[in-house]
């Protein structure tokens, strides 16, 4: 158990234009769904949590308006790159709490790298 | 402030041991630990809750200790499976379930 998927794993797309990737826990419940961003040889830097039902909390520097975070259900979190620039070119990846051990163990889906061109 | 890992890569042949650290400036309430590979997602190996437990895990086993802030990943007997980036995720106290990822230590397994 505590899959987590991704779609899609890879995306190629124009300055300007929106993305929208999609998070799903498949075989469990998650409450909450984080948003990471990773930059090649660095670490992960959460971006935002997302609950289920209400508004995401986004980290310092993070802008809203720009990264749109939707978590519509328990098993789905979108996360849309709007008006992409090319400094947006990143590894995104989402994780997902686990419902084991009071929620203290993250998933994480198999990541989107977001090409902006 | 992202905790400190050390160290920041290592070599190593099958069968040698390896201690990666992982160090914060805030008071810890939980240590994650995680591999990733190169393009792939990290992969959780184990959780360290306060209380200064050490957990293991085959060959993989973990230390945490909350006065200090630090906590420990130990890897015996390598294996080249073992090969990837490691990350420490740090919780806080009243942080809810959020993370705070470490540097990463990049560590290879040759033959």
């Known amino acids: 158990g505590a899959v987590v998927s991704q779609h899609p794993s890879w995306v190629i797309c124009k300055s300007g234009t929106s993305v929208k990737i999609e998070c799903r826990s498949l075989d469990f419940q998650a409450t909450t769904m984080f948003w990471y961003r990773q930059f090649p040889k660095q670490s992960l830097m959460l971006m935002a949590t997302s609950n289920e039902g209400s508004k995401a909390t986004y980290e310092q520097g993070v802008e809203k308006d720009k990264f749109l975070i939707n978590h519509a259900s328990l098993t789905l979190s979108t996360l849309t790159v709007t008006s992409a620039h090319p400094e947006d070119s990143s590894f995104y990846i989402c994780?997902?709490?686990?419902?084991?051990?009071?929620?203290?163990?993250?998933?994480f889906g198999p990541g989107t790298r977001l090409t902006v061109t | 402030q992202q905790p400190v890992q050390s160290p920041q890569a290592v070599i190593l042949r099958e069968g040698e041991d390896a201690v990666i650290n992982c160090s914060s400036s805030?008071?810890?309430?939980?240590v994650h630990w995680y591999r990733q590979k190169h393009g792939e997602a990290p992969v959780f190996l184990m959780i360290?809750?306060?209380?200064?437990e050490q957990k293991g895990h085959e060959k993989i086993s973990a230390s945490f200790n909350e006065k200090k802030q630090q906590s420990s990943l130990y890897l015996t007997a390598s294996q080249l499976s073992y090969s990837g980036t490691y990350f420490c995720g740090t919780g806080v106290t009243g942080g809810g379930n959020k993370l705070t990822f470490g540097t990463g230590t990049q560590l290879k397994v040759e033959l």
């Open positions: 360290l809750l306060k209380g200064g």
């Open positions: 805030k008071a810890l309430y939980s």
């Open positions: 994780s997902a709490t686990h419902p084991r051990q009071g929620n203290y163990e993250q998933y």
